[in-house]
């Protein structure tokens, strides 16, 4: 076995006990074989470059330090994978160091028009897609990223719950199920924040939308694309456009990014055109307050500064329509970061990065916390469940400031919902306050 020197020069790598034993040899080397016919070229010009502008912004780099975990060392390793020089075996445990952001793909001069003209943009989340989907190919897994997948089919969701309750925080709100416009709930937020479906139920309602559930709703299917289960995706995501089509759906609206750009990336991929809108509620929601169909009038008394989720800023170019909602709610301080600063942080929640290097991923989640404390907010808002539950639960360990997602706060200023606990909090601190 080749161990791959670390391409700063420091220790080798040692074996990471998650990752499971090889099962075909032969399937390991066709798939090394076919990964780097689709990539050696754009591996050989991301180390032509030598630039290296990709290190500083990525967030895992920040907590380790080790040039491995870049898009440079990414694509070093396909390129010594081409040549024969590096095995797949002993090269996939690396990739699991990416929470796919895109903050190294936006500071890469490969992205610029020259690296288009000649087809070789730099698309690191592809790459690791699909190193890791060559291993899982191969029969090279990750123990915990096997396990979750496993659960995610036999639960047909990502956070284990019962599949008969997917649908269970609607139970008092009488939504219809199906429609032209069907509401997508994020497996996290249909389990555990519960509070922000509720909320964007009601603005909806309130804005005279009128939305329902899907008959049978499975996880979109992107984590598992994103560990490199590809059949477990195409299975979830097939059942998902199936019952979009059954339901009459003419336009599907999201409330969490990663949703969002499985369906508006992904599903294209694997079905083309499909044929059916789909939406990120803060465009949905800056353009109903625009319109003067939403009215936010309660003020709320705190200072906001707001994350942007990776997948809606870096990856989708979406960071207006937040700040638009954010700006729009009366005594409301929003202390706003620009979204081109923001693409150094990340909440570390992605990229199955928690599922296998849950350490790694807390001290990312830990820095953008730290990242914060300075502007002297109240509150940290976002627009992504899944960096949210992964904040807040870092945050609350450290005492830091309470974490919460921009459709609570929008739906509190409505007067939809009562006001959260921690806006009572905050009172507090600022009375007592020198």
């Not at 706003?336 to 150094?344: F, G, R, S």
Request: with cysteine.
């Amino acid at each position: 076995m080749t161990r791959i020197p670390d391409v700063e020069g420091s220790d080798l790598v040692p074996r990471d006990p998650d990752v499971l034993s090889i099962g075909d040899r032969a399937a390991a080397e066709a798939a090394t074989r076919k990964l780097a016919e689709g990539y050696e070229d754009r591996a050989w010009g991301c180390m032509s470059s030598r630039h290296k502008f990709c290190r500083e912004p990525c967030p895992v780099y920040q907590v380790t330090r080790n040039e491995q975990h870049t898009s440079y060392g990414f694509h070093a390793t396909v390129a010594a994978m081409s040549q024969g020089l590096v095995d797949l075996e002993d090269a996939y445990e690396q990739y699991a160091y990416c929470t796919q952001c895109g903050a190294c793909e936006l500071r890469c001069p490969n992205t610029l028009f020259t690296g288009d003209f000649y087809r070789n943009r730099t698309q690191l989340v592809q790459l690791v897609k699909a190193v890791r989907a060559a291993g899982v190919e191969a029969g090279i897994e990750r123990g915990s990223w096997k396990r979750w997948n496993d659960d995610t089919v036999t639960f047909r969701n990502e956070m284990q719950g019962d599949p008969a309750q997917v649908a269970g925080w609607a139970d008092d709100l009488d939504l219809p199920r199906g429609g032209e416009t069907i509401l997508f709930c994020d497996c996290m937020a249909a389990y555990r924040q519960t509070k922000v479906p509720r909320a964007v139920s009601m603005l909806l309602r309130e804005a005279g939308v009128e939305v329902g559930l899907m008959n049978d709703q499975w996880c979109c299917g992107g984590p598992a694309l994103e560990m490199g289960y590809t059949d477990i995706y195409e299975q979830f995501a097939r059942h998902n456009l199936e019952d979009w089509r059954a339901a009459g759906a003419k336009r599907v609206v999201t409330l969490d990014p990663h949703d969002y750009i499985t369906f508006v990336e992904d599903y294209p991929r694997l079905f083309g055109d499909y044929g059916i809108e789909v939406l990120h509620i803060t465009d949905l929601l800056a353009e109903l307050i625009e319109q003067g169909k939403l009215r936010l009038e309660r003020p709320i008394p705190v200072s906001v500064t707001y994350h942007d989720p990776c997948r809606l800023n870096k990856r989708r170019g979406i960071w207006e329509s937040p700040r638009k909602i954010l700006r729009a709610i009366p005594g409301l301080d929003f202390r706003d970061v620009d979204h081109v600063t923001q693409w150094a942080m990340c909440s570390g929640a992605g990229g199955g990065l928690p599922v296998a290097l849950p350490d790694v991923a807390e001290k990312v989640a830990r820095n953008r916390l730290d990242a914060a404390a300075p502007i002297g907010a109240d509150v940290l808002a976002s627009a992504c469940v899944w960096a949210e539950d992964h904040l807040e639960r870092v945050a609350a360990a450290d005492g830091q400031m309470p974490v919460v997602d921009i459709t609570v706060l929008a739906a509190m200023s409505a007067g939809l919902l009562e006001a959260e606990p921690w806006l009572a909090e905050v009172g507090r601190n600022r009375e007592g306050a020198p």
